[in-house]
């Protein structure tokens, strides 16, 4: 039960428990100790495909919600424009479904105003790498504290069926009939090749488990985790992933004790694997630019980069008083006096 | 300080209307003065300095800056003219006035440029640098001979003044001082307070080294002595000191100080002329009152993280001009659909697409109320005078969080860069929002629960237990789920409407300048405003029945337009946006496009409004308007009668 007007939150830290402190009762200190299910995560019925690769996702985020005790105010999903997009619809936090391409500048936004607030991402391969791209190269640069799925079909859906950034060579769409000219982008070398990265990884999502390791992992990384995920669409594209999904050696899970601990079920599937220490980003890079295997792991990370909204917070809360002395201040620059007057206000 | 200095200057204080030599000072009522240079030479400073020092002693200042588009066009180049233009006068001073009756220029070219402009009276003193006459450069030295001997020739009284040779009697680089030197012979000439011109020097010297604020003291006292010894003329102009603390800055900086007042947190950015300098001394202050300024990659994604500070619950604003504005029209289009209050200043310039950077236009009224696809509404403001720069910023995020629209401010360049006067603003902690609303939402309430009267809806923000949600800039019903139903998109669309018309219902009709009866009536919006009074007084002191409203809110426009334009024969606008000019050979009334403001009032009241208008990138000046004004009076337009008839009929 907080007071309107006197409820200062204050934020430990992603994964820690927020407090909020009530000025109106002097300094009281309310934990918050309830539970939440799954189902205080659940809203509505997802209108994605049979077998879409969202759903999956969907599951994953909910869990991880549920399993961290996120409160659902204080938790937003930005989305942009596309199937992935419809995400926050389906959670029973706050949600902010904006524009095609600009849910990072949203989310950046959203974070510096309430950094008390857990931030989520979900954004296409369209609406990232694409229409998006710039704000995708500087939200890595920036580096705040925000979890972003990229959510990698390999095609335009909602618009049904056009090449995308990441579209192989060569695939039939809507708008390549003869097949696609362009070698595809590859999300993960690009993010790996911008200063101040500070965590990359890969999921696929067929293997629900690695899913869920790999979303927690980039939950709990303060920093900005970009994640990609390599996702079905059983609608446009339903074969593009066989080979990978049919040959589970094609799927190179890398393991480490700073990164991935892949359980015996998985490992007994599959068995290509490598360990890879996710502080190495030179390794990183040389792995995500591998063609053949689909690499799961947590490529990268570096705890120590710092975060943008956490440079930029001075800290100072914005009240009305400082506001006052602080105009003063300036005011007194430039204020031509009466004669015999104070020559200053501040 | 210098005991000397104090001295003179007690005495000219004493003894305002002769200088210390005993020359007769020539009394005058206002005077425009230009400084002029190559860029990079000093003369915006000088020029600041001086309208600094006329307001300290209270006299009434507009001071414009003149700036070449490039940061270092060639020197000695009519294009490269950089420098500052300064009207005093004995009274409040609203706008840059008419054309200039002193200039000081560092060279004959950029003084040329000037000259070109039309911007100097025609019997303009001239005190002009003359090292050019002795240059190594024989093409050089025929060059000024020429402008020289031309220029007098055309009437012009010139000064030739030994700047050069005189500044490097106390400096090596005169190019880093002449501009001092130029103070110091300006506050001869117009008998200013020297002491004031030190303060200016420390003010704008005192971080940097001592002997660098010593030179140009001796600087400024060296143009003093030359200034008294070998000019044949000096002016006073009588000044009032003001019985209120008064503060003297430019449009940007003052939209800058009206962000801070306004309690607003984030300013998101990306640089752009003529706009940046707000963000420029924003981000020099606002930290030190909790603020941020995030310079974002680009101006979509400036815009878009403001609506996402806002809404988180902190109304953000972004700052722009023009062609940032076009890039920011899809999120200001969320942030209308999604009803998340935005504050967006447009210091507008020249356009279409690049334009003119460093002029003054008023060419975006209409992709500021229509802009965006779809139907927009939003809330368009213009600060007409420096003063309205920094309220308009509090006044727009309050409105912003009111109503949970955007609210866009039209500058200009002319306002962003000219100086004037204005009282010192007392701070009031209604000028802030409340702390963010955290406090829990009933059961069952919803996020857009709109009301039928007036299409206002609570907001829930983030934080607030029970009202989660996700904000959609699809079409969406009370719940914020996705309207597959088009009645529920025609339903919305009516809401969002709604909210103009109740924030114009808490609007009061403008006030007139004027007469509320008369033969002509002339409106404007935005820096328009000062010339056009000034232009106004002047005819009625004439014996015109002639009046001004200037328009604040252009969308939604206020109540009593109508009233008000019934009490006059004629009616027009006069703004810096393009119309056609009925005298081309093809332009008729079946093909004529009007001035935003006439295109505006003449849908609304069905009444033939006329207008007149210039884009030549400079404030519109009064003589201008005056001219104008008569010509309207005149005119004996049989179309135009017949077309005013439904207003007689009113009448």
Known sequence: MLFRNDCISLWLGKGEKAMNMMSATGCLLQMYEEHFELEDYQSGVPRWCTGCGDNAILAAAQRLCRDEGLRPEKTVFVSGIGCSSRFPHYMKTYGFHGIHGRALPVAEGVKMARPDLTVFVNTGDGDCCSIGTAHWIHAIRYNMNITVFLHDNQIYGLTKKQASPTTPIGTKSNTTPRGSYLEALNPLTVTLG???????????DWIPEVLFDIVKAAYHHKGLS???????????LPTAFDPWMHDPNKVQLLNHEDGLQLSAGVSRIYKNQLQHDPSNIDRAREIASGRDTIPVAILYRNPNVPCYEDLRHSGILRTPDLTRAGLDAELDKYTVWPEGAEQKVA | MNEMIMQRSVEALDNRTRSPAGKAAVKLTEHIVEIISDSGEGAQKCGQSLGAIAAQMGN??????IIPAEIRPPARSAAGASGNRIRIGSRYITNGGDETDLVVAFNEQVLLGRVQAKELKPNCTILLENMWRTHADPEIVASYIKTHDRLVAAGYKVYEIPMEQECRTIVADARRGKNMFALGMLCNIYNLDLKLAVDQIVLAFGKKDRSVVDANIKLLEAGNRWGEANLDFCYSIPATRPTEPQIVVNGNTALALGVMASGMEICAMYPITPATSASHYLSEIFENVGGIVHQAEDEISACAFAVGASYAGKCAVTITSGPGFSLKQEAIGLAVMGEIPLVVVNVQRG????????????????????????????????????????????TARKIAETFNMVVVVLSDAGLATSQQPFPRPKFSETWMAPPVDQSPISEGAKPYDWDDTTGLARRFIPGQPGGMHTLTGLAHDRLSHVAYDAEINEETVRFRSLKLAALQKTLKAPPVFGDPKGDLLV???GST??????AVEAMRAEGHKVSSMHLQFLQP????????????KKVMTIESNWSDRPEDKIIDETNRRYSSVAILLRSRYLVDIDCWSEVKGQPIKPGTIRRVMNKKLKQQDAVSERLHQPLARER
């Open chain 1, 194 to 204: 911008v200063q101040n990265v500070s965590f990359v990884a890969q999921a696929v």
């Open chain 1, 226 to 236: 970009f994640v990609r995920i390599v996702q079905r669409c059983p609608e446009w």
């Open chain 2, 60 to 65: 009434g200042i507009w001071t414009t800056e």
């Open chain 2, 351 to 394: 356009g279409p697409s690049t334009g003119q950077p460093t002029k003054m236009e008023q060419g975006d009224l209409m992709a500021a109320i229509f802009g965006s696809h779809g139907d927009a509404p939003k809330v368009v403001m213009a600060p007409g005078t420096i003063e309205e720069c920094f309220y308009s910023i509090i």
């Open chain 2, 523 to 525: 409106i404007g919006w």
């Open chain 2, 529 to 534: 405003k000062g010339a056009i009074e000034e």
């Open chain 2, 557 to 568: 426009l206020p109540p009593g337009i109508k009233e008000i334009m019934q009490g006059f």
